[in-house]
Protein backbone atom coordinates (compact mmCIF):
# COMPACT_ATOMS: atom_id res chain seq x y z
CA UNK A 1 0.00 0.00 0.00
CA UNK A 2 1.51 3.21 -1.11
CA UNK A 3 2.49 5.97 1.68
CA UNK A 4 -0.06 9.13 0.73
CA UNK A 5 0.33 11.34 3.81
CA UNK A 6 3.06 13.65 4.57
CA UNK A 7 3.29 12.52 7.92
CA UNK A 8 3.73 8.48 6.97
CA UNK A 9 6.53 9.78 4.41
CA UNK A 10 8.16 11.76 7.57
CA UNK A 11 7.59 8.46 9.91
CA UNK A 12 9.64 6.22 6.74
CA UNK A 13 12.34 8.87 6.64
CA UNK A 14 13.07 9.25 10.04
CA UNK A 15 12.76 5.17 10.54
CA UNK A 16 15.72 5.30 7.82
CA UNK A 17 17.87 7.90 8.76
CA UNK A 18 17.28 7.06 12.79
CA UNK A 19 18.23 3.47 12.36
CA UNK A 20 22.19 4.00 12.46
CA UNK A 21 21.62 5.74 15.94
CA UNK A 22 19.38 3.37 16.95
CA UNK A 23 22.68 1.19 18.87
CA UNK A 24 26.13 1.04 19.04
CA UNK A 25 25.57 -2.19 17.02
CA UNK A 26 24.12 -0.34 14.27
CA UNK A 27 26.42 2.80 14.22
CA UNK A 28 29.85 0.69 14.08
CA UNK A 29 28.04 -0.99 11.44
CA UNK A 30 27.26 1.95 9.39
CA UNK A 31 30.61 2.94 10.11
CA UNK A 32 32.30 0.19 8.68
CA UNK A 33 30.00 0.30 5.40
CA UNK A 34 30.73 4.04 4.72
CA UNK A 35 34.34 2.91 5.27
CA UNK A 36 34.77 0.09 2.76
CA UNK A 37 32.43 2.43 0.43
CA UNK A 38 35.13 5.18 1.22
CA UNK A 39 38.40 2.62 0.15
CA UNK A 40 37.14 0.60 -2.43
CA UNK A 41 36.20 4.42 -4.39
CA UNK A 42 40.03 5.41 -3.38
CA UNK A 43 41.18 2.40 -4.99
CA UNK A 44 38.64 2.26 -7.91
CA UNK A 45 39.26 5.89 -9.27
CA UNK A 46 42.53 7.19 -11.11
CA UNK A 47 44.67 8.78 -9.11
CA UNK A 48 45.91 11.91 -10.86
CA UNK A 49 47.71 14.14 -8.30
CA UNK A 50 51.28 13.28 -9.50
CA UNK A 51 50.33 13.11 -13.09
CA UNK A 52 50.30 16.88 -13.77
CA UNK A 53 52.91 18.12 -11.29
CA UNK A 54 55.72 15.83 -11.88
CA UNK A 55 55.21 16.33 -15.92
CA UNK A 56 55.36 20.03 -15.57
CA UNK A 57 57.47 21.06 -12.05
CA UNK A 58 57.06 24.90 -11.38
CA UNK A 59 59.75 27.09 -11.58
CA UNK A 60 59.77 28.11 -7.80
CA UNK A 61 59.89 24.39 -6.67
CA UNK A 62 62.98 23.87 -9.74
CA UNK A 63 65.15 26.82 -8.10
CA UNK A 64 64.88 26.11 -4.32
CA UNK A 65 68.28 26.28 -3.16
CA UNK A 66 69.85 23.16 -1.55
CA UNK A 67 72.14 24.02 0.23
CA UNK A 68 74.61 21.48 2.35
CA UNK A 69 73.04 18.71 -0.15
CA UNK A 70 76.63 16.80 0.15
CA UNK A 71 76.30 16.92 3.85
CA UNK A 72 74.32 14.00 3.64
CA UNK A 73 76.09 12.19 1.32
CA UNK A 74 77.44 8.69 2.01
CA UNK A 75 80.36 8.15 -0.12
CA UNK A 76 81.58 10.96 -2.76
CA UNK A 77 79.00 13.13 -3.37
CA UNK A 78 80.11 14.48 -6.26
CA UNK A 79 81.15 11.31 -8.19
CA UNK A 80 78.23 10.15 -7.38
CA UNK A 81 76.02 10.80 -10.86
CA UNK A 82 73.00 9.85 -9.58
CA UNK A 83 72.95 12.11 -6.96
CA UNK A 84 70.82 15.35 -7.14
CA UNK A 85 68.29 16.50 -9.93
CA UNK A 86 69.40 17.85 -13.32
CA UNK A 87 68.85 21.20 -13.92
CA UNK A 88 67.73 22.64 -17.31
CA UNK A 89 70.35 25.44 -17.96
CA UNK A 90 68.35 28.86 -19.49
CA UNK A 91 69.48 31.22 -21.61
CA UNK A 92 71.12 34.22 -19.63
CA UNK A 93 69.32 37.04 -19.45
CA UNK A 94 72.33 39.38 -18.64
CA UNK A 95 76.24 38.72 -17.45
CA UNK A 96 77.34 38.29 -13.90
CA UNK A 97 79.26 40.99 -12.86
CA UNK A 98 82.67 39.85 -12.77
CA UNK A 99 83.08 40.18 -9.04
CA UNK A 100 80.58 37.70 -9.07
CA UNK A 101 81.89 35.02 -11.13
CA UNK A 102 85.73 35.62 -9.38
CA UNK A 103 83.72 34.86 -5.90
CA UNK A 104 82.12 31.93 -7.55
CA UNK A 105 85.56 30.91 -8.81
CA UNK A 106 87.52 30.73 -5.35
CA UNK A 107 84.44 29.16 -3.65
CA UNK A 108 84.42 26.24 -6.23
CA UNK A 109 88.18 26.13 -5.59
CA UNK A 110 88.56 26.23 -1.95
CA UNK A 111 85.21 23.64 -1.69
CA UNK A 112 87.25 21.31 -4.37
CA UNK A 113 90.55 22.09 -2.19
CA UNK A 114 90.56 19.35 0.44
CA UNK A 115 94.00 18.11 1.71
CA UNK A 116 94.57 15.05 2.79
CA UNK A 117 93.50 15.08 6.54
CA UNK A 118 92.30 18.42 6.74
CA UNK A 119 89.58 18.70 9.41
CA UNK A 120 85.72 20.00 8.63
CA UNK A 121 86.33 23.14 10.33
CA UNK A 122 89.81 23.86 8.83
CA UNK A 123 87.61 22.87 5.12
CA UNK A 124 85.13 25.29 5.71
CA UNK A 125 87.24 28.14 6.87
CA UNK A 126 88.92 28.20 3.56
CA UNK A 127 85.34 28.59 2.14
CA UNK A 128 84.44 31.67 4.60
CA UNK A 129 85.75 34.26 2.81
CA UNK A 130 83.10 33.92 0.09
CA UNK A 131 80.03 32.61 1.92
CA UNK A 132 77.26 33.98 3.61
CA UNK A 133 76.61 33.94 7.12
CA UNK A 134 73.37 31.30 6.71
CA UNK A 135 75.42 29.10 4.58
CA UNK A 136 78.24 28.68 6.73
CA UNK A 137 77.00 26.26 9.68
CA UNK A 138 75.93 23.83 7.31
CA UNK A 139 79.32 23.87 5.46
CA UNK A 140 80.58 23.24 8.70
CA UNK A 141 78.92 20.18 9.34
CA UNK A 142 80.24 18.25 5.58
CA UNK A 143 82.50 15.69 5.82
CA UNK A 144 85.33 16.88 3.54
CA UNK A 145 86.39 13.32 2.56
CA UNK A 146 82.93 13.25 0.68
CA UNK A 147 84.20 15.72 -1.44
CA UNK A 148 86.61 14.68 -4.18
CA UNK A 149 89.45 16.49 -5.06
CA UNK A 150 89.04 18.41 -8.77
CA UNK A 151 89.69 21.10 -10.74
CA UNK A 152 87.72 23.88 -12.28
CA UNK A 153 87.73 23.50 -16.31
CA UNK A 154 85.91 26.19 -17.81
CA UNK A 155 85.25 29.70 -16.44
CA UNK A 156 82.10 30.29 -14.70
CA UNK A 157 78.74 31.03 -16.96
CA UNK A 158 75.91 33.24 -16.05
CA UNK A 159 72.52 31.75 -15.83
CA UNK A 160 70.89 34.45 -14.80
CA UNK A 161 71.52 37.75 -12.90
CA UNK A 162 70.15 40.94 -11.56
CA UNK A 163 71.56 43.72 -9.51
CA UNK A 164 71.91 42.09 -6.01
CA UNK A 165 71.98 38.26 -7.13
CA UNK A 166 73.30 35.62 -9.35
CA UNK A 167 72.98 32.21 -10.33
CA UNK A 168 75.95 30.71 -12.04
CA UNK A 169 77.47 27.36 -12.99
CA UNK A 170 80.86 26.49 -12.53
CA UNK A 171 81.83 23.11 -14.58
CA UNK A 172 84.48 20.74 -12.61
CA UNK A 173 86.04 17.52 -13.89
CA UNK A 174 83.28 15.88 -11.84
CA UNK A 175 80.08 18.10 -11.84
CA UNK A 176 78.75 21.45 -12.75
CA UNK A 177 78.11 23.55 -9.42
CA UNK A 178 75.31 26.27 -9.87
CA UNK A 179 75.79 28.56 -7.10
CA UNK A 180 73.26 31.78 -5.34
CA UNK A 181 75.59 34.32 -4.69
CA UNK A 182 74.41 37.44 -3.80
CA UNK A 183 75.68 40.70 -2.93
CA UNK A 184 76.69 42.16 0.82
CA UNK A 185 78.27 44.88 2.02
CA UNK A 186 81.53 42.45 2.04
CA UNK A 187 81.01 41.81 -1.96
CA UNK A 188 79.88 38.91 -3.34
CA UNK A 189 78.84 35.91 -1.80
CA UNK A 190 77.71 32.43 -2.39
CA UNK A 191 74.26 31.31 -0.77
CA UNK A 192 73.62 28.10 -1.69
CA UNK A 193 74.98 25.89 -4.23
CA UNK A 194 73.79 22.82 -5.71
CA UNK A 195 74.40 20.36 -8.52
CA UNK A 196 73.38 21.28 -11.78
CA UNK A 197 74.74 18.29 -14.09
Known amino acids: MPI ?19 SPKHL ?17 LPDN ?11 SAERKPRAGSFAQAPRSALADPGLGRQLAVP ?10 LTAARS ?12 TPARWAEQLRPYTTDDLFPEL ?3 NPANVPAG ?27 RLLLVSTPAGWRVASYERAG
Open 4 to 22: RTHRGRTAVYRRFWGWPVR
Open 107 to 118: WVNGFLTVPKGI
Open 140 to 142: QSI
Open 28 to 44: AGTVLVLLTIGVGLGHA
Open 151 to 177: QIIEAPRTVSAGASSAEVDVPTTAVVL
Open 91 to 100: SPSAPAPAAA
Open 49 to 59: RGGASSAAPSI
